[in-house]
Every structure is written in C-alpha cells, then in structure tokens.
C-alpha cells in the first residue's frame, strides 16, 4: 500500500511541472485525493458494500470535483490534472500510465446494466472538457484532443479530435504505450502541433502562399526603386485605399 501511494506521487513529479513539494502533492491535488477514495470505495464495492462504496465516492465527489464510481476499473500510475468536472463511470476501464484533464466525461449511451464505458488502454492522454462515450476501445498511447467527443474505436497510437472526433494522426501501433509515461513524447492537452489533420494544413499552406507572395512584392517594389520608378510607402498606399473607400461609402 505504502509503495502504491508513493509510486502515485512520483506520477505527479513526472507530468505536472508546477508540482513542488511531496507535501503539497499530499495535500493539494485533489487528482491524487480521489484516488484514495476510489481504493477504498472500490474495495467497499467488491465487497458488497454498494451503498457505503457510493457514499465515499459521493463524498470524494463533493472535496476533490471528481467523481469516479466505486466499480470502475483503474489501473497503475493513473494521473488526474486539476481535475474539476471529471466523470468516470461505472463499467469504465483505464489501464496503466493514463492521464486526464479537467472536465473529461468517461460516460455510457445507454441504460443497460451490461459493460457501457469506455476501456482505455494503456498511456492514454485525454484532453481537457473530451467525452468519450459508449463501450468503446481507446488503444494504447492514444490520445484524445480537447473538447473531442469519442463515439467509436480510437485505435493505437492515433490522435482523435473534433465532433464527432476523427483520426488526425496515422495509426503507429509499434509506438503504442507500453512504457512508463515520461518516454512517451508526452504533448501539452494531447494536441500536438505536426498532427496530420487536413483543415490544419490547409490553413498552414495559404499562410505559407502568404508570405511568399508578400516576399514577391517586396523584391517586385525594391526592384522598381532600382529603376528609379517611384512607389509609394505601403503603409501610405493602404491609408489612402481606406481614406478612398470611405469616401466613396460617404458619398
């Protein structure tokens, strides 16, 4: 128990750069107070005590803002950031080495009392506000964007965002989380900034169009100065345009 509870604050040095002090991971993170109260609670409901199991959670709910149910599994070196507004539920399975951000619903599409969370496998990043919903599989190493909604099968090592969420990044199961945390080439939110997402590039090429034509015009203007032809200072030859476009608006 001791070396769990150690192993856990050690997780906190490794993912969160604000962290200081053992003392202050001991009594500040309410990432790491819910997983005491869900130890307890989930034992309490292994053991048939539903309604005491649902009360501990329920009174982890109310100090930490996080509310994980008692028969949710939860594996090793598991780490909540800030924490507020997280809901794990009931049948949700989370492997090893997995990190959430605040506001993240783990949460099931229906009402049977069958498996209806999600599983997330192991080193899974989920970003701030995502919701990933239904029995479904979220690979190893994958990661979720902020604010994705998850409805179908993540497969390993990809990146899902948007809404719906769409695959963003090609699959690399060799890559696929098997290793502790800090060698996963961990990505602030789990949006990285070279994902293969096609409106993302799409905007990087007409900036890239952009600035290559304003070089052009630039060289063009030099050029015409060399050749003696005047040209007008481009800050002046915007300010006149807006002056004759107003005026023409004005009349």
């Given at each position: 128990?001791?070396?769990?509870?150690?192993?856990?604050?050690?997780?906190?040095?490794?993912?969160?750069?604000?962290?200081?002090?053992?003392?202050?991971?001991?009594?500040?993170?309410?990432?790491?107070?819910?997983?005491?109260?869900?130890?307890?609670?989930?034992?309490?409901?292994?053991?048939?005590?539903?309604?005491?199991?649902?009360?501990?959670?329920?009174?982890?709910r109310?100090?930490?803002?996080?509310?994980?149910?008692?028969?949710?599994?939860?594996?090793?070196?598991?780490?909540?950031?800030?924490?507020?507004g997280?809901?794990?539920?009931?049948?949700?399975?989370?492997?090893?080495?997995?990190?959430?951000?605040?506001?993240?619903?783990?949460?099931?599409?229906?009402?049977?009392h069958?498996?209806?969370?999600?599983?997330?496998?192991?080193?899974?990043?989920?970003?701030?506000?995502?919701?990933?919903?239904?029995?479904?599989?979220?690979?190893?190493?994958a990661?979720?964007?902020?604010?994705?909604?998850?409805?179908?099968?993540?497969?390993?090592?990809?990146?899902?965002?948007?809404?719906?969420?769409?695959?963003?990044?090609?699959?690399?199961?060799?890559?696929?989380?098997?290793?502790?945390?800090?060698?996963?080439?961990f990505?602030?939110?789990?949006?990285?900034?070279?994902?293969n997402?096609?409106?993302?590039?799409?905007?990087?090429?007409?900036?890239?169009?952009?600035?290559?034509?304003d070089?052009?015009?630039?060289?063009?203007?030099?050029?015409?100065?060399?050749?003696?032809?005047?040209?007008?200072?481009?800050?002046?030859?915007?300010?006149?345009?807006?002056?004759?476009?107003?005026?023409?608006?004005?009349?």
């Open positions: 128990m001791l070396e769990r509870i150690k192993e856990e604050i050690a997780v906190v040095f490794d993912r969160d750069p604000a962290a200081r002090t053992v003392w202050e991971v001991v009594t500040c993170y309410p990432g790491f107070h819910a997983l005491l109260f869900h130890r307890l609670s989930s034992r309490l409901w292994h053991a048939h005590l539903k309604w005491l199991a649902r009360f501990v959670s329920h009174i982890a109310w100090l930490t803002g996080i509310e994980i149910h008692p028969g949710a599994s939860i594996g090793r070196r598991f780490f909540v950031d800030h924490g507020m997280v809901v794990i539920g009931e049948t949700a399975e989370i492997g090893d080495d997995c990190t959430l951000y605040h506001g993240v619903t783990l949460g099931g599409t229906s009402w049977s069958g498996k209806r969370h999600p599983t997330l496998g192991k080193g899974v990043i989920v970003g701030a506000g995502a919701k990933i919903l239904g029995p479904i599989l979220v690979g190893d190493g990661k979720i964007g902020s604010n994705a909604v998850v409805v179908k099968a993540v497969p390993p090592g990809a990146t899902a965002v948007g809404i719906p969420a769409r695959i963003v990044e090609d699959v690399q199961p060799d890559k696929a989380s098997s290793q502790p945390f800090s060698r996963l080439g990505s602030a939110y789990a949006v990285s900034g070279d994902m997402d096609p409106i993302v590039q799409a905007v990087h090429q007409m900036l890239d169009h952009s600035v290559t034509v070089h052009r015009i630039a060289y063009i203007l030099e050029q015409l100065q060399r050749l003696g032809v005047p040209v007008e200072d481009e800050k002046a030859t915007a300010d006149k345009f807006d002056a004759n476009y107003l005026n023409r608006i004005v009349d």
